[in-house]
């Protein structure tokens, strides 16, 4: 045959290919995720009154080591965001400024601003009273008060112009609040981006044939009672352990923070975006893998035993959710 006849012909089937719609098994199944998922907004909770000249010094800030006792650790040691990094530093619990670790796993700072309060047990409303804890927590950065913290960002010239950039309607424009709000200022521009984002959005080849199957295991599985809404999680608290106990009892949970038992063992549901670049997973960081996880959940929360091949589905689904920017 012609090598000539052969090019008109795949551009005839490449045409074809691209015009064919989503059949109508995957129809349903955007349709089912659209409603049970809805969009991830373009914007967080409070950005309105984020200026450019704001959310500039919150990200020195986030950087910043000297807002720790010894200059050795800022938001970014736990968080890390640069290049492939996902808002995590992939340790199961993290050093603190004098090498002690916490008791918990650091959660992602990547869309922390959608969730509906901070930390595993709520402790915290919001990204501006989250911005506010670990720079006094005596186990993280192991400041001693506000009032040292502004001391010491008032001998910096380079905060003092900042400062008065970002906060110019003030009268005392370095202060502890003021500085925690230019820090969430910056966390609500972390937003991400990924190929479950263009599934919602109506393209239908954005996820895999693999991937599709996946979805549809994990919403089949009952995995969206916990891990539902735009984050995949990350708007109500659930007892860890709702059918089988986790082995793990020494951390209460939000017991902690509210002193109810009706609250042993609440913890806020993560959210699954990025979920695939932040092992190790649960509060604690005790499980190494994401399949391990899945399987676990499955059998703590709903009494379910997955197979591997299941397991492995919905695994292939949630490397959907990872930032188009970091993901491999």
């Not at 995590?88 to 002690?100: C, F, I, W, Y």
């Not at 806020?268 to 990025?274: E, T």
Request: glycine fraction near 8%.
């Amino acid at each position: 045959m012609n090598p000539k006849r052969l090019f008109p012909l795949g551009l005839v089937f490449l045409a074809l290919l691209v015009a064919c719609g989503p059949s109508e098994k995957t129809k349903q199944l955007m349709e089912d995720a659209k409603r049970t998922f809805g969009v991830l907004p373009a914007k967080m909770p409070g950005s309105e009154k984020d200026t450019p000249e704001r959310i500039a010094l919150g990200e020195k800030l986030y950087f910043e080591k000297r807002l720790s006792i010894n200059d050795s650790q800022s938001c970014s040691s736990c968080h890390g965001i640069q290049g492939k990094s996902a808002g995590v530093d992939n340790l199961p619990t993290s050093p603190g400024a004098l090498g002690k670790n916490g008791d918990r796993n650091s959660p992602t700072s990547l869309n922390a601003g959608f969730h509906f309060v901070q930390f595993w047990d709520g402790r915290a409303a919001d990204l501006k009273a989250q911005a506010k804890g670990p720079i006094l927590n005596p186990v993280e950065m192991g400041m001693p008060s506000e009032a040292a913290v502004e001391k010491k960002v008032s001998e910096i010239p380079e905060y003092v112009e900042a400062f008065a950039k970002a906060f110019p309607d003030q009268e005392k424009k370095i202060t502890y609040d003021n500085l925690a709000e230019a820090i969430a200022s910056f966390e609500r521009t972390l937003i991400t981006k990924d190929r479950f984002d263009e599934f919602q959005a109506g393209n239908h080849r954005a996820l895999t044939s693999d991937e599709q199957k996946g979805l549809e295991t994990f919403i089949n599985t009952g995995c969206i009672q916990c891990h539902n809404g735009p984050l995949l999680g990350g708007n109500s608290f659930r007892k860890l352990g709702q059918v089988h106990p986790y082995e793990n009892t020494e951390d209460k949970g939000r017991f902690v923070v509210t002193k109810n038992n009706a609250d042993l063992y609440f913890f806020k549901v993560p959210s699954l975006r990025n979920i695939a670049l932040t092992a190790p997973y649960f509060h604690d960081g005790k499980v190494a893998t994401l399949e391990d996880a899945v399987k676990k959940m499955a059998y703590l929360q709903l009494g379910k035993e997955l197979s591997s091949e299941e397991a492995g589905s919905i695994v292939s689904f949630l490397k959907a959710l990872s930032d188009k920017n970091r993901s491999n």
